[in-house]
């Protein structure tokens, strides 16, 4: 018997109760599920209340991308090794023979999935006007699907499953599409099982009305502006799944939903008024035309504006023009091909420009590159400074729950042309032991683990500190992959000149195969530039008001590295700041800007490069923008709270920050895409205000935590050394 898991995803703390039911739905199958996974999509505070009232289920934290579709893929990952993963949405209750249901079809090899019927639980009753051919709308099973036992494309999100090597042959849920948070997006199941049958063209995916849950539907959902919202956002993520999959038979079944299904339900309507006296018949038909009208219009707008502006991911490559230079392959390992190249032109260890080119493909011959890169053949290395001693360098990874990624980062750790004295991982308030299981399998005796259980970047970062003996500590993320000089060169600086206390360096793209990755990358990316800069309060300070505010000028966190002695003396991070916490970033910036008040330079090292993974996804990234304003913001309350004569300089610059950020000249908006979303602007820029109340909202939390324990919780460390 194929054994089966149960992943339920949930995000939402009005959604407790009724996570509460699903949870006691699948303990009270007939069959029981072998395990039994609830992954909860960032939110800290629902996470541990689920740990507290089920000790004995595994809860765990989404370690992807924001969203309903990297919270399945956390889920298929935790279920390994089940043969089968079965999904239920967090406001559904599945009858009690569900899994039994599902299960017995996989006795057929043949079958790789199979979903079952929804049925709805109106909150306030289903309205009349409210057509059965639409219920997908809410989530549920719709006039048009089939009736008895019967192959289809895909099944309903809210009951479907999958085997588990179906994950394994073509990856996991599309990041990017789909729900995330309140949004009314979907489609990342129709996606992944057009993939599941062009990868497996023989295999069977199975409806069987039989196996059946219950969908609570809200209030809210059965308004008409739910229905319209719902309908757009349903033509978008269709023209999503044909730009990527392609259009083509495989999206027959919408059209003979439009064609068939949808006609006979607005005949149905008007002749419900005429044969049975309903007075919402022709109600029900104008949903239906309207419903089609908002679906086509989505459709056709997000299908034009990608004709505007279409997308073709990117490759991203790295050339030494002092070598012979290599034919570049445009072909994508997956599918289709590249549009072009974003090529790093180096010099051994010396950055010297970057060389974006389009090209139809399919390969890029040398002379192409050649044409393009010609006038730097001729540029000399960056000479580095005489270093007089070589001192003892420590590294700091800080990390949560993405142990994938983080092993890919020691990885390039351990290649480097410069070996690290100590290395230190520190496992921030972690929902799994992922990261101290890889460490003990791959890394024990190389690296040092840390539990800090407390969460918060800068708090984690001053964790690591207490256990560096080298003076010399590089900080950097675990999403990044070190280029092999990076720890030669980032140290460099300080082993050359004793006023350095702190050494930034270059961040570029590791990969550029999303819309949303080219935005993060125009937006400004993390790269600094290929000149080496130093920074000081006297003969290296830049002409303008806005010096040293404007922190994010000097580098960015994934890649910097201090003297250990100077971070202590200006207080170390900030633990009110960073990622994790109530203020969402502005760590980094926070100890830039003290490292050059408390009298130290700053040096900008562009040979110090690491490979940085922007997110994926589209429909986080409003959230990611605000979040960026939001560090922004409580960096600024926060130096304004150390030092309040702070405020008249501040606001005596305030006039030149505005034209840095948004004025005709700014850097930061002309670079921008044509495509880049407006929206995005503006959620970084209420971000800003956000992140006033924010730091002190986080200020008071940090206060909390770092209270003395009293009691039983005397007894527990505030970090646990491994």
Not at 96 to 123: C, M, N, S
Request: hydrophobic share 40%.
């Amino acid at each position: 018997m194929n054994s089966i898991a149960v992943v339920i995803c949930a995000y939402s703390d009005e959604r407790r109760l009724q996570l509460g039911d699903a949870i006691n739905s699948i303990l009270n199958q007939t069959r029981q599920a072998d395990r039994l996974v609830i992954v909860i999509d960032h939110n800290d505070d629902l996470l541990c209340a689920m740990r507290a009232s089920y000790p004995e289920i595994e809860v765990i934290a989404n370690d992807g991308a924001r969203g309903l579709s990297g919270a399945r893929n956390t889920g298929v990952r935790a279920a390994f090794p089940s043969d089968v993963v079965a999904f239920l949405d967090d406001d559904a209750i599945a009858e009690a023979d569900w899994l039994e249901r599902l299960t017995v079809h996989y006795a057929d090899p043949k079958v790789i999935g199979v979903g079952g019927k929804v049925l709805p639980l109106w909150q306030v009753g289903r309205p009349r006007w409210f057509p059965e051919e639409f219920l997908w709308v809410v989530g549920c099973s719709y006039d048009g699907l089939p009736t008895r036992l019967s192959p289809v494309r895909n099944p309903i999100g809210c009951n479907m499953s999958f085997r588990r090597s179906v994950f394994d042959v073509v990856g996991g849920f599309l990041e990017g599409l789909g729900r995330s948070g309140q949004d009314a997006a979907g489609c990342e199941e129709t996606e992944l099982c057009i993939r599941a049958r062009r990868h497996l063209p023989d295999a069977v995916i199975l409806y069987d009305p039989q196996a059946v849950v219950h969908h609570h539907v809200t209030a809210e959902r059965t308004r008409w502006g739910y229905f319209r919202k719902r309908c757009q956002a349903e033509g978008r993520s269709k023209n999503a799944v044909v730009g990527t999959e392609g259009a083509s038979a495989e999206l027959g079944t919408e059209r003979a939903y439009v064609t068939r299904t949808l006609p006979a339900g607005v005949l149905r309507g008007v002749s419900d008024m005429v044969t049975r006296l309903d007075p919402f018949g022709p109600a029900r038909a104008f949903a239906i035309a309207a419903g089609l009208v908002f679906t086509t219009a989505a459709y056709l707008g997000a299908k034009l504006s990608r004709r505007v502006n279409p997308f073709h991911p990117i490759k991203v490559v790295s050339v030494d023009h002092t070598k012979p230079l290599p034919a570049i392959d445009l072909r994508r390992p997956s599918d289709g091909s590249y549009g072009g190249i974003f090529c790093l032109v180096r010099s051994g260890a010396d950055p010297l420009r970057i060389v974006e080119l389009q090209h139809s493909g399919p390969v890029i011959e040398p002379a192409d590159i050649l044409s393009r890169i010609g006038s730097e053949r001729s540029l000399p290395a960056t000479a580095a400074g005489p270093v007089s001693v070589r001192e003892k360098v420590a590294v700091v990874i800080a990390t949560r729950d993405r142990a994938e990624s983080l092993d890919r980062c020691l990885a390039s750790l351990f290649n480097q042309t410069r070996a690290p004295d100590e290395v230190h991982v520190v496992d921030n308030a972690p929902a799994s032991t992922a990261t101290v299981d890889l460490i003990s399998a791959r890394y024990r005796g190389r690296v040092h683990y840390v539990l800090e259980p407390t969460p918060g970047l800068g708090r984690a970062h001053n964790t690591g500190l207490r256990y560096v003996s080298s003076d010399i500590v590089l900080f950097t993320d675990d999403d990044v992959v070190l280029d092999q000089h990076w720890i030669e060169a980032m140290a460099g600086p300080m082993e050359e000149d004793k006023a350095v206390g702190c050494v930034t360096g270059l961040i570029l793209p590791a990969e550029l195969e999303t819309r949303a990755q080219v935005w993060t990358e125009r937006h400004g990316g993390f790269g600094k530039g290929f000149q080496r800069r130093v920074y000081d309060l006297e003969a290296n300070r830049p002409k303008g008001m806005l010096f040293p505010f404007t922190a994010g000028q000097f580098g960015s966190g994934a890649n910097m590295a201090f003297r250990a002695s100077a971070l202590r003396r200006v207080g170390g991070f900030d633990a009110a700041l960073g990622a994790g916490t109530l203020a969402r970033g502005g760590d980094d910036l926070a100890a830039f800007f003290a490292i050059i008040s408390g009298g130290f330079q700053l040096v900008y090292q562009p040979r110090g490069i690491v490979w940085h993974y922007h997110r994926r996804g589209e429909e986080g990234m409003r959230r990611q923008a605000f979040c960026y304003g939001m560090g922004l913001g409580a960096y600024l309350t926060k130096i304004i709270v150390d030092e309040p004569r702070r405020a008249f300089r501040l606001a005596k610059a305030f006039p030149a920050g505005i034209l840095h950020m948004a004025g005709p000249t700014s850097q930061k908006t002309t670079r921008l895409p044509s495509d880049y979303p407006l929206r995005l602007i503006w959620m970084e820029r209420l971000g800003i205000l956000a992140g006033i109340p924010g730091y002190f909202r986080s200020l008071a939390k940090r206060r909390r935590d770092d209270r003395p324990r009293s009691g039983l919780d005397a007894t527990r460390p505030a970090q646990k050394e491994v």
